[in-house]
């Protein structure tokens, strides 16, 4: 999401990974819908991996209760990677990142909520 200023995963997903967070670093945040809400905290040096290759970040993680989301990459995660963003008539996106210490690059597709790599029948714009 190159709107937010943030990386964040939602309480539910932080819980079931078993990770730890600082209560100390709350952060204020305003979403999309006017509304003001605190994080619980931020998650510091998370290993986050991309799959089908060698590349591990480690993210600093504001943990927000009652995400509508699992994970939110931010402006934070784009400026590291690099990332660039296609995006096609059909609603589809392709996403190119490059590992920030080798420098190797990859593509990758993203899929709409719900929605399962393999599964991509489509009834319309997402």
Same mark, same amino acid.
């Given at each position: 999401?190159?709107?937010?200023?943030i990386?964040?995963?939602?309480?539910?997903?932080?819980? %079931?990974?078993?990770?730890?967070? %600082?209560?100390?670093?709350?952060?204020?945040?305003?979403?999309?819908?006017?509304?003001v809400?605190?994080?619980?905290?931020?998650?510091?040096?998370? =290993? #986050?991996?991309?799959?089908?290759?060698?590349?591990?970040?480690?993210?600093?993680?504001?943990?927000?209760?009652?995400?509508?989301?699992?994970?939110?990459?931010?402006? =934070? #995660?784009?400026?590291?990677? %690099?990332?660039?963003?296609? %995006?096609?008539?059909?609603? /589809?996106?392709?996403? @190119?990142?490059?590992?920030p210490? @080798?420098?190797?690059?990859?593509?990758?597709? @993203?899929?709409?909520?719900?929605?399962?790599?393999?599964? /991509?029948? /489509?009834?319309? #714009?997402?």
């Amino acid at each position: 999401d190159p709107g937010s200023q943030i990386v964040a995963i939602s309480e539910r997903l932080c819980k %079931n990974l078993g990770l730890s967070y %600082n209560p100390v670093h709350v952060l204020r945040m305003e979403s999309a819908n006017g509304s003001v809400n605190g994080s619980l905290g931020v998650a510091v040096d998370v =290993p #986050f991996v991309i799959p089908t290759s060698d590349i591990i970040l480690h993210l600093q993680m504001h943990v927000v209760r009652d995400a509508t989301y699992d994970i939110l990459l931010g402006r =934070p #995660f784009d400026a590291l990677m %690099n990332s660039v963003v296609e %995006n096609f008539e059909d609603g /589809r996106q392709r996403i @190119t990142v490059k590992d920030p210490l @080798t420098g190797e690059s990859l593509t990758m597709p @993203t899929y709409a909520r719900g929605e399962k790599p393999g599964n /991509r029948e /489509r009834t319309g #714009f997402h």
